[in-house]
C-alpha cells in the first residue's frame, strides 16, 4: 500500500500524496486530474498553470497497466505503475510505464505486445554520428556497450502522459530514437531534435507471462 | 468480451466509424467511403464494395470474431491483403482488451500465429543465408521465402500505419512449428516468432462450424486478368513448409549417405575381393649358378591352367614370398627375381604357320611356341641387413602386387619363372633356396560391380531427397 504523508498534499485539491514521490518533479493528481510541477520541497504548482489540460487522463488505452496497480515481474519482484508516457512514432503509438521495483524506479516499455524493462546509462563518450545509426548496422565499441545490431531509427513525438513521473514531459516533443538488440538486451537512445543531448536506456526483454497484474486473468502463449 | 467501441469521425465522410483498440489504433478504414484514416489526414481511398469481393478472404474469418486463443479473448478488428508477384495472402489483426496483439497469417495449408518479439541472436534481413539462428534455445530455422509484398487492400483498423501500395519485405523462416517472420524496411527490422495451427483448430476457437474450404488450384500468373471484378484465385501460396526433418531422419540421412559414399570410394579404389579366386605355391629354386633360371610353375616346367572370369574390371596378381630370413654377418643381402606370365594358347592354324615358318628358316620349334604372351608380371625379392652406427639394420622386400586387365575370359596357362639375382647365382648357401612363392589371383571389386551400383543408389537416393525437400 503506498504510503502516505499528512503533509503533502496535491496543490490543487488538496488531496494526499504518496510519500514515496516526494522527489519527485511532477505529479498527477488522481482526484482531481490536474498535474502539479514541484520544487525539491514540494511547494510550488505548475509554473505556467497549462499542464492540467496537457496531462489529461489518456482514455481508451487498452494496457494491462494502469496507474496504481501493482504486480510482480518474474513472479519475485514487485511492482507498482506510477505514471505513463504515450508517445507516437510512425508506424503507431507505445507507452512508458514508469514502475517502482524496491527502491528503484524503472522504465517499461510496451510496444505492439512486447515489454522491456530498461534502466538508463549514462552516456561516457561522445555520441557517434547520426549516420552510424542504420537499421542493419551494428554498432561496437561505444560507451561500453556490447555490439549491438539497430534495428529502428525513427521519429517519436509525446502525445501524453499521466500519473507521477520524475520529469515533465513536453507534450509534442519529438525526438529521434534508435533501437538495437546486443547481448541479449534492448538499447535504446532517445537523441533531442537538435542533436543536443541523448538518453541511453539498456533494457531486458519480458515475456507477456513474466509480468503478473494484480486481478488479471492470466493467459498463455 | 468484446472490446468497447470508440466512435472517431472519418475524415472522408464524416461518418462515426467504431474503433476498438482505442488510442492504440493508428490506421483506420472507414467501412463506408473507404477512406484510410490516419491521425487527422486521409492518406488513400479505397471502393470498398469492389475490393472487398475481389479480395475476399479465403476463410470464413471476418473482422469482428473472437476467439479464445491460447488462453486469452481476443476479437478480430483488421485484415491486410498482400500481394506477392505471383500470390497473395492475409493477415489479420486480433487484439485482446489488454492491449496484446497477435497476427494470424492465413495461407493454404493453415495459419500462424505472429507476435512481435526481440531475438537473442538478431539477424540482418539482408545478408540472412539459408538458415537463421535467432532463439537461444533450439537450432537453426531454415528460411523458407523471402520477397517483397504490397499491401492492395485493408480493412477494419491496424495499431500501426498501413495504407494500399506500400511495400514491406519480408524474410520467412520456420522451425518445426516454430515459425519466424522479419519484416525490414531502411527505417525498421521487426522480428516476429509464432506457431504453425492447422485451419481446423483455428476454426474451433473462432467457434466457426463451417467446413475449411478447400484451397483453389494455383492459375498461372498470366491467366490472372488484373482488371476483372473477379475474385482472385487463392492460389497455393505460403503453403505449410514440410516439417524439418527429425534428429532420428538425420542421422539416417546421414549414414545412409556416408555409406554410399564409402562404397563408392571403396569401389573407385580398386581394392580387391578379400578371398582370392585362385592361389599357388611354389617352392623356390635355386639356378645352382646356373645363367638360366627355374621354372617353378611345375617339376615339368609346364604351365598351370588358369580360367579368369568375365569380368569388366582390373584383376589383381598378388605374388609373396616366403619370409627371408638374414644370413647372418655383419651385413650382406641378397635377392630373387619372378616372372609370372599369362599365356593364351594359339589357335592351331596360327601355330602351324609359326611351326612351317621355323622349319622353313630351319631353326628348332621352341616348346613355348604354341603359347602367346598376353601378360606378363616381373618382381623381385630381397633381404637386406647390415649393422650402422651401431645399430642392426634390415629390410625385406617379399610382397608385389600388381593389378592388369584382359579382355577376353577364359581359359589361360600361368607360367612361372624364376631365378637368383646376378650377385648371389652362385652362392651355394643361398638363403633364397629355402623360400617359397605364392601366387594369388584376386578379383576386383569393380568385377562384381554392386559397391559401385549400391554406392550411387544410396547417395542417389539422399541426394534426391534433400533436393525434393529443398526445391519444392
Same mark, same amino acid.
Given at each position: 500500500?503506498?504510503?502516505?504523508?499528512?503533509?503533502?498534499?496535491?496543490?490543487?485539491?488538496?488531496?494526499?500524496?504518496? #510519500?514515496?514521490?516526494?522527489?519527485?518533479?511532477?505529479?498527477?493528481?488522481?482526484?482531481?486530474?490536474?498535474? #502539479?510541477?514541484?520544487?525539491?520541497?514540494?511547494?510550488?504548482?505548475?509554473?505556467?498553470?497549462?499542464?492540467? #489540460?496537457?496531462?489529461?487522463?489518456?482514455?481508451?488505452?487498452?494496457?494491462?497497466?494502469? =496507474?496504481?496497480?501493482?504486480?510482480?515481474?518474474?513472479?519475485?519482484?514487485?511492482?507498482?505503475?506510477?505514471?505513463?508516457?504515450?508517445?507516437?512514432?510512425?508506424?503507431?503509438?507505445?507507452?512508458?510505464?514508469?514502475?517502482?521495483?524496491?527502491?528503484?524506479?524503472?522504465?517499461?516499455?510496451?510496444?505492439?505486445?512486447?515489454?522491456?524493462?530498461?534502466?538508463?546509462?549514462?552516456?561516457?563518450?561522445?555520441?557517434?554520428?547520426?549516420?552510424?545509426?542504420?537499421?542493419?548496422?551494428?554498432?561496437?565499441?561505444?560507451?561500453?556497450?556490447?555490439?549491438?545490431? =539497430? =534495428?529502428?531509427? #525513427?521519429?517519436?513525438?509525446?502525445?501524453?502522459?499521466?500519473?507521477?513521473?520524475?520529469?515533465?514531459?513536453?507534450?509534442?516533443?519529438?525526438?529521434?530514437?534508435?533501437?538495437?538488440?546486443?547481448?541479449?538486451?534492448?538499447?535504446?537512445?532517445?537523441?533531442?531534435?537538435?542533436?543536443?543531448?541523448?538518453?541511453?536506456?539498456?533494457?531486458?526483454?519480458?515475456?507477456?507471462?513474466?509480468?503478473?497484474?494484480?486481478?488479471?486473468?492470466?493467459?498463455?502463449? | 468480451?468484446?472490446?468497447?467501441?470508440?466512435?472517431?469521425?472519418?475524415?472522408?465522410?464524416?461518418?462515426?466509424? &467504431?474503433?476498438?483498440?482505442?488510442?492504440?489504433?493508428?490506421?483506420?478504414?472507414?467501412?463506408?467511403?473507404?477512406? %484510410?484514416?490516419?491521425?487527422?489526414?486521409?492518406?488513400?481511398?479505397?471502393?470498398?464494395?469492389?475490393?472487398?469481393?475481389?479480395?475476399?478472404?479465403?476463410?470464413?474469418? *471476418?473482422?469482428?470474431?473472437?476467439?479464445?486463443?491460447?488462453?486469452?479473448?481476443?476479437?478480430?478488428?483488421?485484415?491486410?491483403?498482400?500481394?506477392?508477384?505471383?500470390?497473395?495472402? &492475409?493477415?489479420?489483426?486480433?487484439?485482446?482488451?489488454?492491449? +496484446?496483439?497477435?497476427?494470424?497469417?492465413?495461407?493454404?495449408?493453415?495459419?500462424?500465429?505472429?507476435?512481435?518479439?526481440?531475438?537473442?541472436?538478431?539477424?540482418?534481413?539482408? /545478408? @540472412?543465408?539459408?538458415?537463421?539462428?535467432?532463439?537461444?534455445?533450439?537450432?537453426?530455422?531454415?528460411?523458407?521465402?523471402?520477397?517483397?509484398?504490397?499491401?492492395?487492400?485493408?480493412?477494419?483498423?491496424?495499431?500501426?500505419?498501413?495504407?494500399?501500395? $506500400?511495400?514491406?519485405?519480408?524474410?520467412?523462416?520456420?522451425?518445426?512449428?516454430? !515459425?519466424?517472420?522479419?519484416?525490414?524496411?531502411?527505417?525498421?527490422?521487426?522480428?516476429?516468432?509464432?506457431?504453425?495451427?492447422?485451419?481446423?483448430?483455428?476454426?474451433?476457437?473462432?467457434?466457426?462450424?463451417?467446413?475449411?474450404?478447400?484451397?483453389?488450384?494455383?492459375?498461372?500468373?498470366?491467366?490472372? &486478368?488484373?482488371?476483372?471484378?473477379?475474385?482472385?484465385?487463392?492460389?497455393?501460396?505460403?503453403?505449410?513448409?514440410?516439417?524439418?526433418?527429425?534428429?532420428?531422419?538425420?542421422?539416417?540421412?546421414?549414414?545412409?549417405?556416408?555409406?554410399?559414399?564409402?562404397?563408392?570410394?571403396?569401389?573407385?579404389?580398386?581394392?580387391?575381393?578379400?578371398?582370392? +579366386?585362385?592361389?599357388?605355391?611354389?617352392?623356390?629354386?635355386?639356378?645352382?649358378?646356373?645363367?638360366?633360371?627355374?621354372?617353378?610353375?611345375?617339376?615339368?616346367?609346364?604351365?598351370?591352367?588358369?580360367?579368369?572370369?568375365?569380368?569388366?574390371?582390373?584383376? $589383381?596378381?598378388?605374388?609373396?614370398?616366403?619370409?627371408?630370413?638374414?644370413?647372418?654377418?655383419?651385413?650382406?643381402?641378397?635377392?630373387?627375381?619372378?616372372? %609370372?606370365?599369362?599365356?593364351?594358347?594359339?589357335?592351331? @592354324?596360327?601355330?602351324?604357320?609359326?611351326?612351317? @615358318?621355323?622349319?622353313?628358316?630351319?631353326?628348332?620349334?621352341?616348346?613355348?611356341?604354341?603359347?602367346?604372351?598376353?601378360? !606378363?608380371?616381373?618382381?623381385? +625379392?630381397?633381404?637386406?641387413?647390415?649393422?650402422?652406427?651401431?645399430?642392426?639394420?634390415?629390410?625385406?622386400?617379399?610382397?608385389?602386387?600388381?593389378?592388369? *586387365?584382359?579382355?577376353?575370359?577364359?581359359?589361360? +596357362?600361368?607360367?612361372?619363372? /624364376? &631365378?637368383?639375382?646376378?650377385?648371389?647365382?652362385?652362392?651355394?648357401?643361398?638363403?633364397?633356396?629355402?623360400?617359397?612363392?605364392? %601366387?594369388?589371383?584376386?578379383?576386383?571389386?569393380?568385377?562384381?560391380?554392386?559397391?559401385?551400383?549400391?554406392?550411387?543408389?544410396?547417395?542417389?537416393?539422399?541426394?534426391?531427397?534433400?533436393?525434393? *525437400?529443398?526445391?519444392?
Amino acid at each position: 500500500m503506498p504510503t502516505q504523508q499528512p503533509n503533502m498534499a496535491c496543490p490543487s485539491c488538496g488531496a494526499p500524496i504518496d #510519500a514515496a514521490r516526494r522527489f519527485d518533479e511532477v505529479y498527477h493528481c488522481e482526484y482531481c486530474g490536474n498535474t #502539479a510541477y514541484f520544487t525539491q520541497h514540494l511547494a510550488a504548482a505548475g509554473p505556467d498553470g497549462a499542464s492540467a #489540460a496537457q496531462g489529461a487522463p489518456i482514455a481508451g488505452l487498452y494496457s494491462r497497466f494502469k =496507474i496504481g496497480q501493482h504486480g510482480t515481474l518474474r513472479g519475485k519482484l514487485e511492482f507498482n505503475v506510477l505514471g505513463m508516457v504515450q508517445v507516437e512514432y510512425p508506424s503507431g503509438f507505445w507507452t512508458e510505464w514508469r514502475l517502482r521495483v524496491g527502491e528503484q524506479e524503472y522504465w517499461l516499455q510496451e510496444d505492439e505486445g512486447i515489454y522491456v524493462l530498461f534502466d538508463s546509462r549514462p552516456i561516457e563518450e561522445p555520441l557517434p554520428p547520426i549516420s552510424a545509426f542504420q537499421p542493419g548496422a551494428n554498432l561496437e565499441g561505444w560507451n561500453r556497450l556490447p555490439r549491438w545490431f =539497430i =534495428i529502428e531509427v #525513427a521519429q517519436g513525438k509525446v502525445i501524453g502522459y499521466q500519473g507521477q513521473l520524475p520529469f515533465p514531459p513536453n507534450i509534442g516533443e519529438t525526438f529521434t530514437y534508435v533501437d538495437g538488440l546486443g547481448g541479449g538486451q534492448v538499447i535504446s537512445m532517445e537523441i533531442d531534435s537538435d542533436g543536443s543531448s541523448a538518453a541511453l536506456s539498456v533494457g531486458e526483454p519480458l515475456e507477456y507471462e513474466d509480468i503478473q497484474v494484480a486481478a488479471e486473468e492470466t493467459g498463455g502463449w | 468480451m468484446p472490446l468497447e467501441a470508440t466512435q472517431i469521425d472519418c475524415k472522408g465522410c464524416g461518418a462515426k466509424v &467504431d474503433i476498438l483498440a482505442g488510442l492504440r489504433s493508428k490506421t483506420f478504414v472507414c467501412e463506408y467511403c473507404g477512406s %484510410v484514416n490516419e491521425g487527422e489526414k486521409v492518406t488513400a481511398v479505397q471502393d470498398m464494395q469492389a475490393l472487398r469481393a475481389q479480395y475476399q478472404p479465403w476463410s470464413h474469418l *471476418r473482422l469482428g470474431m473472437r476467439a479464445k486463443l491460447l488462453g486469452r479473448d481476443y476479437q478480430i478488428i483488421g485484415r491486410i491483403r498482400s500481394k506477392e508477384q505471383y500470390w497473395w495472402w &492475409d493477415e489479420w489483426l486480433l487484439y485482446s482488451d489488454s492491449g +496484446f496483439p497477435i497476427w494470424l497469417q492465413e495461407g493454404e495449408g493453415g495459419f500462424t500465429i505472429y507476435r512481435v518479439f526481440y531475438p537473442t541472436y538478431p539477424v540482418n534481413p539482408w /545478408t @540472412a543465408g539459408s538458415f537463421v539462428k535467432l532463439d537461444s534455445v533450439g537450432g537453426n530455422a531454415q528460411v523458407r521465402e523471402r520477397g517483397s509484398g504490397e499491401i492492395v487492400f485493408l480493412e477494419g483498423e491496424f495499431t500501426w500505419s498501413a495504407k494500399p501500395g $506500400e511495400r514491406t519485405n519480408y524474410l520467412e523462416a520456420f522451425r518445426g512449428k516454430t !515459425r519466424y517472420s522479419i519484416e525490414y524496411s531502411e527505417q525498421e527490422i521487426q522480428y516476429l516468432r509464432g506457431e504453425a495451427r492447422d485451419s481446423k483448430w483455428v476454426y474451433q476457437q473462432f467457434g466457426i462450424s463451417a467446413p475449411v474450404p478447400k484451397p483453389m488450384e494455383f492459375e498461372e500468373p498470366d491467366e490472372w &486478368d488484373e482488371d476483372s471484378d473477379s475474385p482472385h484465385p487463392v492460389p497455393a501460396v505460403r503453403s505449410a513448409p514440410k516439417e524439418p526433418l527429425s534428429v532420428g531422419s538425420k542421422i539416417l540421412f546421414a549414414v545412409v549417405f556416408l555409406l554410399g559414399l564409402g562404397l563408392l570410394i571403396f569401389s573407385a579404389l580398386g581394392s580387391s575381393q578379400a578371398k582370392h +579366386f585362385k592361389s599357388f605355391t611354389f617352392k623356390a629354386r635355386t639356378a645352382s649358378g646356373a645363367d638360366d633360371g627355374v621354372m617353378l610353375t611345375d617339376a615339368k616346367g609346364a604351365p598351370i591352367a588358369v580360367t579368369l572370369p568375365s569380368t569388366r574390371g582390373a584383376y $589383381e596378381l598378388r605374388l609373396a614370398s616366403s619370409p627371408l630370413d638374414s644370413a647372418g654377418g655383419l651385413g650382406g643381402g641378397y635377392c630373387w627375381w619372378t616372372q %609370372v606370365d599369362f599365356l593364351k594358347e594359339r589357335p592351331k @592354324a596360327v601355330l602351324k604357320k609359326l611351326e612351317a @615358318a621355323a622349319k622353313d628358316e630351319d631353326e628348332a620349334v621352341d616348346e613355348w611356341i604354341r603359347y602367346q604372351v598376353v601378360h !606378363r608380371v616381373s618382381a623381385w +625379392f630381397g633381404a637386406y641387413w647390415g649393422i650402422d652406427e651401431g645399430e642392426r639394420w634390415s629390410e625385406t622386400n617379399r610382397v608385389r602386387q600388381h593389378f592388369f *586387365r584382359t579382355k577376353d575370359p577364359g581359359p589361360y +596357362f600361368l607360367r612361372v619363372y /624364376t &631365378d637368383n639375382c646376378a650377385d648371389y647365382a652362385s652362392k651355394a648357401k643361398n638363403p633364397v633356396s629355402q623360400a617359397s612363392l605364392t %601366387v594369388a589371383l584376386y578379383r576386383d571389386v569393380w568385377m562384381t560391380r554392386w559397391t559401385f551400383w549400391a554406392g550411387i543408389v544410396l547417395v542417389g537416393l539422399v541426394l534426391l531427397i534433400m533436393s525434393w *525437400r529443398i526445391f519444392t
